[in-house]
């Protein structure tokens, strides 16, 4: 688990200082709702498989 300063979580940190935001109105709570799916979408692709890098793929250009 990563921790932030004071040692406290960084996860449960995000989590309040989201909370403490209210929407005014309808678009700046879609605003918030796309900022929360941009970052999971990221986190996402961010844990995506790492690739292949077995040998015989790294010298495939080499070949003659």
């Known amino acids: 688990m990563t921790r932030a300063k004071n040692d406290l ?3 449960l ?3 309040v200082r989201d909370l403490g935001m209210s ?3 309808s678009h ?3 605003q918030q709702q796309q900022e929360k799916n941009d970052r999971r ?3 996402a692709l961010n844990h ?3 690739p292949d890098l077995s040998p015989h793929h ?3 250009s ?3």
């Open 9 to 11: 979580d960084k996860n």
């Open 48 to 50: 995506d498989d790492p």
């Open 13 to 15: 940190s995000g989590v």
């Open 62 to 64: 080499n070949k003659k």
């Open 58 to 60: 790294s010298n495939r």
């Open 23 to 25: 929407a005014v109105n």
């Open 41 to 43: 979408h990221q986190d």
């Open 28 to 30: 700046d709570a879609q």
